[in-house]
């Protein structure tokens, strides 16, 4: 007698192999969750990106899994998921010079959405993922905890999974979830040694208590003249040879997490792996900026250091007959720009429905995933590009200040590309809306599929090649990327995208700059008019009444319900949840 034969296995109960499971299980897939640990369970990866928020929402409305759209915004992941994770409304870049106190001039900043669309959070992971892991449970996938997989065997009609004590699990089609431990690279011998990437880094990380928000230590915001509290979004810290990031869970009135995210990011070439205690280099790397080792003087980590000898992984292949590595497991670049969730629910996005015809055809092959393959590497080439490059530009202000604007640009319009798709879409796996996701110019992430934006990316890409090279100066590239920018034709008119003074280009993404920058696509060059820019004004209006009539709606109820328990002992709450149920499985195979 064999054990059961299930549709799908997806080994790695996080954040990308939840998602996936509670997608397929919606749609009648006999999905097998397994994960190598318990839940909750700590892991990195905490800060998202207004790409990714909008990716949910496509994946919750393509799929019909509503609720993944409350990872969309702050006040979803508060109300519904977990009142530990924090705000995010911006990304925060400043630069740090040894021995010297900040120049709080030298910072840059982008804004995420302001409501409806967002604002982004901070995930606290060990929440998020437990929240997911049972999510897909309740949606009727079967989960097993504390199981590691130690050999997976390929063969001709299904997949055979074993674990150290000699348990197997038998599935139709298996994805490998696992991160940068993930099984089947090991199995089938996929990871390139070195990897492929131009990036090299390592970091070094925790989650700390007391640390100090840092409008304490910059001053007020006459000192940045940035648009948003940097102590509200996603804090990097850029130094020559490195970064660190500061990721607070407790930046929010409403937050009930003391804790907070900090790491520091290491460009190997400045930084080689010493071999020394991962608290004892973070402390020496932190005592050699005053500001920052200002804001972290009181900080106590609440758990051990934990330190990489390299952040980069790759694949030399990233899918076959009866598997396929989700992106965190095939490939990894950098935690800079907050990228591997954003090609991870790409790749989701692009996989579940062709998972789900396999399924129903019984036809699993390698050649169906091509367009996934190709545009996930894509994605990871972009990033390397992009990640690489600001490495060079640190030590820089005003190159760096050139530099991250080929970043913003690509995130505006990869945004205004979703927004349209979301403005489109009725819902529903068979809505023609989602096909304009695998069309040019929206394949991938943040605009890389755009060709005046992919010609902008290379030519600013090779003068910050040249000033590292030594062939011109800083002074030079930054000025010659700000003449890119310009030619390509792509800033938006009401932005002061060309104003090196302007160290907040795209200003903030409230109501009337979206109206704005919506204005002007209409009158935009040829090569944007009609494709960004140009739809979301009845999606967010829509979105903003809901938006409105929740919150007044979460008011009243708040207000009736402690008037009503203030008086009396007997309530029907519980009629109030019914558990959805889960799609109807057919039975399974027996060996």
């Known amino acids: 007698m064999h054990e059961p034969m299930y549709d799908v296995a997806i080994i790695g109960g996080g954040i990308g192999g939840s998602t996936l499971a509670a997608i397929l299980a919606r749609h009648g897939v006999d ?55 924090g705000v995010k409304r911006n990304f925060s870049f400043f630069q740090h010079a040894d ?12 804004s995420t959405f302001s409501p409806p669309l967002g604002p982004d959070g901070h995930l606290f992971r060990q929440d998020v993922d437990a929240w997911l892991y049972f999510l897909a449970l309740r949606y009727g996938a079967t989960g097993v905890t504390n199981t590691k997989i130690e050999d997976v065997e390929i063969g001709e009609k299904h997949v055979e999974l074993r674990t150290a004590g000699g348990q197997a699990h038998r599935a139709r089609y298996v994805v490998d979830a696992g991160g940068i431990r993930a099984v089947l690279p090991q199995v089938l011998g996929l990871r390139e ?20 928000p840092w409008e304490h230590i910059v001053g007020d915001r006459s000192a940045h003249h940035l648009p948003s509290p940097p102590s509200q979004g996603t804090l990097h810290h850029m130094f020559d040879g490195g970064w660190a990031w500061i990721i607070p869970f407790d930046n929010h009135p409403r937050s009930t997490n003391p804790l907070c995210s900090v790491g520091i990011s290491l460009d190997l070439a400045k930084h080689p792996y010493s071999g020394d205690a991962p608290e004892e280099e973070f402390w020496q790397i932190v005592s050699r900026f005053p500001s920052l080792s200002q804001q972290l003087g009181k900080a106590a980590p609440v758990r051990d250091f934990i330190g ?10 990233v899918a076959g007959d009866r598997w396929f590595l989700l992106p965190h497991a095939s490939n990894f670049i950098d935690p800079l720009f907050s990228s591997g969730l954003s090609v991870t629910f790409w790749a989701v996005n692009q996989l579940a429905p062709r998972l789900l015809h396999s399924v129903q055809a019984n036809h699993f092959c390698a050649a169906d995933l091509q367009p996934v393959v190709e545009w996930t590497e894509k994605c990871f080439a972009y990033y390397d590009t992009l990640v690489s490059r600001s490495y060079k530009c640190f030590h820089d202000f005003d190159l760096w200040n050139a ?68 062939r011109q100066s800083a002074g030079d590239a930054a000025a010659n990327i700000f003449g890119h920018i310009e030619a390509s034709g792509m800033s938006p008119g009401p932005l002061p995208m060309l104003n090196p003074k302007a160290h907040a280009p795209a200003g903030v993404l409230t109501l009337f700059p979206l109206a704005r920058l919506r204005a002007w696509g209409w009158r935009a060059p040829r090569h944007v008019r009609g494709r960004y820019f140009t739809s979301g004004f009845w ?30 002992g007997w309530n029907r709450d519980w009629k109030r949840r019914v558990p959805r149920p889960a799609a109807a499985h057919g039975p399974r195979e027996q060996g």
Not at 33 to 38: A, D, K, N, R, T
Not at 48 to 53: Q, S
Not at 193 to 212: C, D, L, Q, Y
């Open 193 to 212: 040694s070195p990897a492929r990437f131009e990036t090299r880094s390592r970091s070094i990380f925790t989650h700390m208590v007391g640390v100090k």
């Open 31 to 85: 999905v097998l969750l397994i994960e190598g640990g318990s839940h909750p369970r700590f892991t990195i990866g905490e800060s998202t990106i207004p790409e990714t928020t909008l990716l949910l929402r496509a994946i919750a409305r393509r799929f019909d899994v509503p609720e993944l759209a409350y990872l969309s915004t702050y006040d979803g992941l508060r109300t519904y998921v977990s009142t530990a994770c």
């Open 539 to 568: 999606l967010v209006s829509f979105l903003l009444a809901l938006h409105i009539g929740h919150e007044v709606g979460q008011a009243f109820s708040g207000l009736r319900h402690l008037i009503r328990d203030t008086l009396a």
């Open 99 to 110: 021995g010297e106190p900040v120049d709080p001039r030298h910072a840059t900043q982008l």
């Open 308 to 317: 990489s000898r390299a952040n980069q992984f790759s694949s030399n292949q």
């Open 403 to 470: 530099w991250y604007r080929v970043w913003v640009l690509g995130s505006l319009y990869g945004n205004s590309g979703l927004i349209g798709v979301l403005s489109r879409s009725r819902g529903g796996i068979d809505d023609p809306a989602w096909k304009t996701l695998e069309t040019a110019p929206y394949r991938g992430v943040q605009s890389v599929d755009y060709p005046e934006f992919a010609a902008l990316l290379e030519a600013a890409a090779t003068e910050v090649d040249d000033y590292s090279s030594g």
